[in-house]
Antibody
Framework: QVQLVQSEAAVKKPGASVKVSCKASGYIFTNFGIGWVRQAPGQGLEWMGWINADNGNTLYIQRLQGRVTMTTDRSTSTAYMEMRSLRSDDTAVYYC????????????WGQGTLVTVSS | QSVLTQPPSVSGTPGQRVTISCSGS????????VNWYQQLPGTPPELLMY???QRPSGVPDRFSGSKSGTSASLAISGLQSEDEANYYC???????????FGGGTKLTVL
């Protein structure tokens, strides 16, 4: 069965960087894209961007461009999301989510990684 | 403010039928199919409906989806206490070049 297992929670200071991992299993990694979605405490879902797990092409939402980088390691079937220059309003649970057919978003989700940004 | 508009909350009694609306525009719902996600408290979202009206395996047929023009709806019939959750609609927005979510609807089973 499809599984996405994410890295543990992290606490970072403002201005620091964080890198969240998402290890996939149960399917051919390069056959589906992976999106990243975050959810601030008590808030809704925000799609951050997406990576083609086959060729590494990426797409980021405009307001995060320059601060976020999504990558994959095909040898370990792992996707990564790195965010730089963290601010307090980046405090959120970050989810990776695998596409379905035709790049339909969010068919399978990781368990989430809480990133807390606090001085 | 979310690109897709959902009611913040809906409620119903066990056995009742409720609907959750999701309103967008030509660049998103008007041009693309809609997915729905269910998020139980303290858990990740789960895909509930895709391509407007397709249920993933394991989703009961009490859940149904539809789309017309620039709006979509999720209907839940035979409401059960375990349906109490937050529900989100989402679709691709061709103008923003991004997936967009609704703000979410909290369903309370009275």
């Amino acid at each position: 069965q499809v599984q996405l297992v994410q890295s543990e929670a992290a606490v970072k200071k403002p201005g620091a960087s964080v890198k969240v991992s998402c290890k996939a299993s149960g399917y051919i990694f390069t056959n589906f894209g992976i999106g990243w979605v975050r959810q601030a405490p008590g808030q809704g879902l925000e799609w951050m961007g997406w990576i083609n797990a086959d060729n590494g092409n990426t797409l980021y939402i405009q307001r995060l461009q320059g601060r976020v980088t999504m990558t994959t390691d095909r040898s370990t079937s792992t996707a990564y999301m790195e965010m730089r220059s963290l601010r307090s309003d980046d405090t959120a649970v970050y989810y990776c989510a695998r596409d379905g057919d035709s790049s339909s978003a969010g068919h399978y989700w990781g368990q989430g990684t809480l990133v807390t940004v606090s001085s | 403010q979310s690109v897709l508009t959902q009611p913040p909350s809906v409620s119903g009694t066990p056995g009742q039928r409720v609907t959750i609306s999701c309103s967008g525009s030509r660049s998103n719902i008007g041009s693309n199919t809609v997915n729905w996600y269910q998020q139980l408290p303290g858990t990740p979202p789960e895909l509930l409906m895709y391509s407007n009206d397709q249920r993933p395996s394991g989703v009961p047929d009490r859940f149904s989806g539809s789309k017309s023009g620039t709006s979509a709806s999720l209907a839940i019939s035979g409401l059960q206490s375990e349906d109490e959750a937050n529900y989100y609609c989402a679709t691709w927005d061709g103008s923003l070049n991004a997936w967009v979510f609704g703000g979410g609807t909290k369903l309370t089973v009275l």
